[in-house]
T-cell receptor, first 114, second 110 residues
Framework: DVKVTQSSRYLVKRTGEKVFLECVQD?????MFWYRQDPGLGLRLIYF???????EKGDIPEGYSVSREKKERFSLILESASTNQTSMYLC?????????????FGPGTRLTVL | EDQVTQSPEALRLQEGESSSLNCSYT??????LFWYRQDPGKGPEFLFT???AGEEKEKERLKATLTKKESFLHITAPKPEDSATYLC???????????FGAGTTVTVRA
């Protein structure tokens, strides 16, 4: 069964803190994605990666960075958290090689920055 | 600029009252149109992929259809467990990125 897991369901951090969100997939997918979801705005792509050590900016990369040292793990980093980064963060993975284009999502991390 | 617009924003149905959700899109080089279901506090769950105009896919009480400019998700005789937010997304062929709509929140009352 397809599985994407995220390290925390809920996280509360203070302004200025460095925040790490971890995502792991067990499907051997080559593509991984980080989105944030806000009411009325839908899902917006922050960063994505098509391979280990590769990263591409999405639509809203400002204030974020990513790391992909292993195929199964994709980390989102908030270098200095700000209140406008309070949001639901969703990780997803997909594979072109396995014949489908659909992205499979993790359960999400609800981050609150105080 | 790619755009995916869903309507209505919210839909309240009585159990058994069939209805349709709309997803209109302008996505350059659309490679596929995806429908997801999202329950409160959870990640989106994949439902369907549609690749070409005229294509239809069904799953239980849900049927998705695709034209050249829009997609519809038909809910036939809904039950309370069909209550969720339904998201559609267009996949671009040049970079395989998904553009999501804001979603339609469906509430089905018993």
């Amino acid at each position: 069964d397809v599985k994407v897991t995220q390290s925390s369901r809920y996280l509360v951090k203070r302004t200025g803190e460095k925040v790490f969100l971890e995502c792991v997939q067990d499907m051997d997918h080559e593509n991984m994605f980080w989105y944030r979801q806000d009411p009325g705005l839908g899902l917006r792509l922050i960063y994505f990666s098509y391979d280990v050590k590769m990263k591409e900016k999405g639509d809203i990369p400002e204030g974020y960075s990513v790391s992909r040292e292993k195929k199964e793990r994709f980390s989102l980093i908030l270098e200095s958290a700000s209140t406008n980064q309070t949001s639901m963060y969703l990780c997803a993975s997909s594979s072109f090689a396995q014949g489908g284009n659909e992205q499979f999502f993790g359960p999400g991390t609800r981050l609150t920055v105080l | 600029e790619d755009q995916v617009t869903q309507s209505p924003e919210a839909l309240r149905l009585q159990e058994g009252e069939s209805s349709s959700l709309n997803c209109s899109y302008t996505v350059s080089g659309l490679r596929g149109l995806f429908w997801y279901r999202q329950d409160p506090g959870k990640g989106p769950e994949f439902l369907f992929t549609l690749y070409s105009a005229g294509e239809e896919k069904e799953k239980e009480r849900l049927k998705a259809t695709l034209t050249k400019k829009e997609s519809f998700l038909h809910i036939t005789a809904p039950k309370p467990e069909d209550s969720a937010t339904y998201l559609c997304a267009g996949l671009r062929s040049n970079d395989y990125k998904l553009s999501f709509g804001a979603g339609t929140t469906v509430t089905v009352r018993a």
